[in-house]
């Protein structure tokens, strides 16, 4: 019956945004079958799953036997947080995500799961808006909370993960990814927290080598990677390898806080052009943790038999 529903909104699905309830808009499937994987439709097979899982299970032991921490972040599609805004045919068909299915197979491994606290924070204010595929600058704060919650209960006799206070939440601009595909701007804006205490500045080296001191609320676009920061006054002294892609932007400010040195390249989990040698990573950088920070869609590109973490 949900295929059906599917063939019967033929019409909805030709193009590549697919509309939305209240002005939302979300990626086809020419994009990592991404509104498939939205109502369920695209599910990973058990080799897939398993792939994934014995992918990270590798690092993650491969690390803690050299003491290094494992951190797996998996920043939600917009759908899984705003599931209610999907087109209204979608209804009655919307099922489990390749991400309910990663997690169910996965209780051993260090993974956070930011669907739940970013729909709670959404009742407030937008954590994410309708014409962006990316969380906003607020909902990656809502995530930095979550990941502290997590880690604290962890490593319950470690240091408690710093969280910045905030002031007020601010609404900015609409940021509309989807312009060049003829969907038109919806609100609500853009939302980023207004901290009320002071980042530390951060030296900022850039995918071309140059070095600036930014300001260090300010986020690391993707586009300046490989990156790295350097922190007088972090929060810690560790040192952290950062795998990610465009999500991490928003978590980007709280890492360069953290910790007194980070390493920030692309996982290209996207398409494996280039998959990380984690190894070759950790013996260049020796850093103190190693978070994987992955937009959930990426999940359905499954490592291929051969590619492994280098370990």
Same mark, same amino acid.
């Given at each position: 019956a949900a295929e059906a529903t599917w063939q019967d909104n033929s019409a909805q699905l030709a193009n590549p945004v697919v509309l939305g309830r209240d002005g939302w808009a979300f990626y086809n499937d020419q994009i990592e079958e991404n509104f498939s994987q939205a109502v369920g439709r695209? =599910?990973? &097979?058990?080799?897939?799953v398993t792939a994934w899982h014995d992918y990270f299970s590798t690092l993650e032991k491969a690390l803690a036997d050299q003491g290094i921490e494992l951190s797996i972040q998996i920043s939600p599609s917009a759908s899984s947080v705003y599931p209610e805004q999907l087109p209204e045919w979608t209804g009655g068909i919307v099922g489990s995500t390749p991400m309910d299915q990663f997690l169910a197979a996965s209780p051993d491994l260090p993974i956070a799961d930011f669907r739940h606290d970013l729909r709670t924070a959404a009742e407030t204010h937008a954590v994410y808006t309708p014409? !962006?595929?990316?969380?906003?600058? *607020?909902?990656? =704060?809502?995530?930095?909370? &979550? $990941?502290?919650?997590?880690?604290?209960?962890? $490593?319950?006799?470690?240091?408690?993960?710093w969280i910045p206070a905030v002031n007020r939440v601010e609404s900015t601009r609409i940021y509309n990814e989807y312009a060049g595909y003829g969907v038109p701007d919806a609100e609500p804006a853009?939302?980023?927290? /207004?901290?009320?205490?002071?980042?530390?500045d951060v030296s900022l080296t850039v995918a071309d080598g140059t070095t600036a001191v930014v300001a260090g609320q300010d986020p690391v676009d993707l586009s300046k990677l490989p990156a790295s920061t350097v922190t007088d006054g972090a929060k810690t002294t560790r040192e952290a390898l950062i795998m990610r892609d465009s999500m991490g932007g928003a978590l980007s400010p709280y890492w360069g806080q953290e910790y007194a040195?980070? *390493?920030?390249?692309?996982? #290209?989990? /996207?398409? *494996?052009? !280039? +998959? +990380?040698? $984690? #190894?070759?990573?950790?013996?260049? =950088?020796? +850093? /103190?943790?190693?978070?994987?920070?992955?937009?959930?869609?990426h999940l359905v590109n499954a490592p291929k038999t051969g590619i492994g973490t280098g370990y």
């Open positions: 695209r =599910y990973l &097979t058990v080799g897939e014409v !962006n595929s990316h969380w906003t600058d *607020w909902g990656g =704060y809502v995530a930095w909370q &979550t $990941y502290a919650a997590c880690h604290d209960a962890m $490593y319950p006799t470690a240091d408690p993960v853009w939302t980023v927290p /207004d901290f009320a205490e002071t980042f530390a040195k980070t *390493w920030q390249i692309q996982h #290209r989990y /996207d398409d *494996w052009s !280039n +998959p +990380p040698n $984690y #190894r070759a990573l950790v013996d260049q =950088y020796k +850093p /103190d943790v190693v978070i994987v920070q992955l937009a959930e869609r």
